[in-house]
C-alpha cells in the first residue's frame, strides 16, 4: 500500500502535539482535551480536533483523548518506528547544552557521535561520548548510516561542515547557527525548535527515496 504524503502544515501540527502529548504522558497524564493542546501549541481547538478526526481518532466527551493512542498513532503517521541515530558537529558550549538535552530520548533520539575541529577538544568525553575529529565525519555517517546532523559550530564554519556533511550523504540538517546554509534540494534543513522539528524529519525521511 502506498504511504500517503500529507502537507507541511499538516506534519508541522502533528509534531507540536505529539511533542506536548509526550510531555503529559511524563508525568503521568492519561487523557488530552483538543483545548489542552490548543493551550500549549496556540493551535485553534476546532483544527485540532478536525486533525485527529481526519486521521481516526477519536476522543470521550468530558474526558478527552487517550493520550496512548495519540503518541502511538501520530509514530506511525510521522514514520517513527525506531530510534534516529544523529551526529552532532560542535562541541563548545552550544554542542555539549545540546547533549544535555535529554528530553530528546523521550522521543528516540540520539546522538550517537560527536565531532570537533579543535585538538585541545578531540578526544575527550562529552556526556558520555567520546569527541571525534572532523575529518572522520564521512566516513562515520557512511558507516553507520546516519541520515541526521545538527550543526552547532561557529558561524563562519556553518558552510564548511555542511558541505562535508553534504558529500557524507546526510539527508537532514538541523542548523543552530544564526547563518543561512546552502545544500541541494534532496538535503532537508530545519532551523527552528529542535524537537519540534525533529518530530518533523522523521515524515521527511520516510517518505524521500534518495537518488545518487
Known amino acids: ?23 503529559l504522558k511524563g508525568v503521568g497524564k492519561r487523557t488530552v482535551t483538543s483545548l489542552e493542546i490548543s ?19 477519536k476522543g470521550k466527551r468530558g474526558v478527552g ?13 510521522l514514520g517513527y518506528n525506531d530510534r534516529v541515530h544523529i551526529a552532532l558537529v560542535g562541541a563548545g558550549n552550544l554542542g555539549k547544552a545540546i547533549l544535555n538535552y535529554k528530553i530528546l530520548d523521550k522521543f528516540g533520539f540520539k546522538i550517537e557521535d560527536v565531532f ?10 562529552i556526556s558520555g561520548r567520546k569527541v571525534k575529529d572532523i575529518l572522520e565525519i564521512k566516513n562515520v555517517i ?16 556553518a558552510q564548511k561542515v555542511t558541505d ?12 543552530y547557527t544564526s547563518v543561512p546554509i546552502k545544500v541541494p534540494k534532496y538535503v532537508d534543513v530545519q532551523t527552528t525548535d529542535p524537537i519540534e522539528k525533529l518530530l518533523h524529519t522523521l515524515y521527511y525521511l520516510s517518505n524521500t527515496v534518495y537518488t545518487s
Open 39 to 57: 493551550s500549549r501549541t496556540k493551535i485553534n481547538s476546532a483544527e485540532i480536533r478536525r486533525d485527529l478526526i481526519f486521521f481516526g481518532l
Open 1 to 23: 500500500m502506498e504511504k500517503k504524503i500529507y502537507s507541511e502544515g499538516v506534519i508541522s501540527r502533528l509534531s507540536q502535539y505529539l511533542k506536548y502529548i509526550v510531555q
Open 65 to 77: 483523548f487517550n493520550i496512548e493512542e495519540l503518541i502511538s498513532s501520530f509514530n506511525k503517521i
Open 164 to 175: 562535508i556533511l553534504v558529500e557524507a550523504r546526510i539527508k537532514v540538517v538541523i542548523n
Open 116 to 125: 570537533d575541529n579543535d585538538p585541545d577538544v578531540i578526544g575527550r568525553t
Open 142 to 157: 557512511q558507516e553507520k548510516r546516519i541520515n541526521v546532523a545538527i550543526i552547532a559550530v561557529p558561524e563562519d564554519s
